[in-house]
């Protein structure tokens, strides 16, 4: 069964600093990777996606692909505090369902 | 304002009863889907539909009915026999694939009495 592995956390880190998610998948032909944001009580929110090995900017957010290692890492530069939430990997592969991880928790305090 | 929308925010059913929660998009996507979603679990796939008029069971499709009767629309039945039907459910739509980038509506949080 495919499977898409995260850490639950919390995730801890100062106002500031940089926060560094992490997503394993078991699906070595895997194509499509997405990370979603997840405030309590609301539904997910797309943050970014990414397809190719290497890295990719958007703002603060970088998410990071490493294929031959089955991750993919999403890194938040300047957290602030409104980026505590609950953020959820989603992992998929050009002939199947696009599969979640469970999601870690992130808490910024100040 | 395109989006998508989903009714009610909240449901309360007593047990034996069937509720349907409706999902509404004008994003002009093709397809769209139903998931469910537990405290401590990630999203779990009960439908989904690429087309107009045909649909698919996703991971959990036992106890649940839905329709594609319009592009616009994806209504999800709950039945009673779902044994263990309360949970957040979650319509996302997508512009044609599965693979696509998802995009979610607010949610209907059921609980059953």
């Known amino acids: 069964q495919k499977e898409v592995e995260q850490n639950s956390g919390p995730l801890s880190v100062p106002e500031g600093a940089i926060a560094s998610l992490n997503c394993t998948y078991s699906d070595r032909g895997s194509q499509s990777f997405f990370w979603y944001r997840q405030y309590s009580g609301k539904s997910p929110e797309l943050i970014m996606f990414?397809?190719?090995?290497g890295d990719k900017e958007d703002g603060r957010f970088t998410a990071q692909l490493n294929k031959a290692s089955q991750y993919v890492s999403l890194l938040i530069r300047d957290s602030q505090p409104s980026d505590s939430a609950t953020y959820l990997c989603a992992v998929s592969d050009n002939t199947d369902k696009l599969i979640f991880g469970t999601g870690t928790r992130l808490q910024v305090f100040p | 304002d395109g989006g998508i929308t989903q009714s009610p925010k909240y449901l309360f059913r007593k047990e034996g009863q069937n509720v349907t929660l409706s999902c509404e998009q004008n994003?002009?996507?093709?397809?769209m889907y139903w998931y469910r979603q537990d405290p401590g679990q990630g999203l779990r796939l009960i439908y989904y539909?690429?087309?107009?008029?045909?649909?698919q069971k996703g991971d959990i499709a036992e106890g649940y009915s839905v329709s594609r009767e319009k592009k616009e629309s994806f209504p999800l039945t709950v039945t009673s026999a779902q044994k263990n039907p309360t949970a957040f459910y979650l319509c996302a739509s997508s512009i044609g694939t599965i693979t696509d980038t998802q995009y979610f509506g607010p949610g209907t949080r059921l609980t059953v009495l």
């Open positions: 539909s690429q087309i107009v008029n045909d649909f």
């Open positions: 994003l002009n996507h093709d397809a």
């Open positions: 990414i397809y190719s090995n």
